[in-house]
């Protein structure tokens, strides 16, 4: 376990994703030759409480939403294929960059009760 949240492999975030009808990319296992096992970078929302951040189709920000509140977390990472509704979710992290000002700035808020939907 973890204090965090589901301390989950990128296999079970898909799994748990799929299972609540969010479009996924399926997982493959190999080594690559070099640089990353996508095409191109992914795309990446952060979810504290009921605030999303990145700039994104309102449709990834509601599947981050949803993620996030089924798995139980107040704060949550995602990575999607594409920023826009075609995107596909990748894997989930339980640790977003805190260095980030937006992100630690919407999680003080959080934590003072100021964030409001």
């Known amino acids: 376990g973890c204090l965090s949240g589901p301390a989950w492999r990128p296999e079970q975030w898909v799994h748990f994703a799929s299972r609540l009808g969010i ?3 399926p997982i493959r296992r190999n080594v690559p030759e070099e640089g990353s096992i996508f095409d191109s970078p992914l795309t990446e929302v952060v979810v504290v409480g009921d605030r999303c951040l990145g ?8 599947y981050a939403r949803s993620l996030a509140r089924a798995a ?4 949550l990472l995602l990575y999607f294929t594409k920023p826009d509704a075609t ?3 990748v894997n989930a992290s339980l640790w977003p960059d ?6 630690a700035d919407s999680i003080l808020d959080y934590l ?4 409001k939907c």
């Open 23 to 25: 479009p996924v990319s």
């Open 87 to 89: 995107g596909k979710f």
């Open 55 to 62: 700039d994104v189709d309102p449709a990834l920000a509601g």
């Open 98 to 103: 805190l260095w980030n000002p937006i992100v």
């Open 72 to 75: 139980g977390v107040d704060l």
């Open 112 to 115: 003072e009760g100021r964030a």
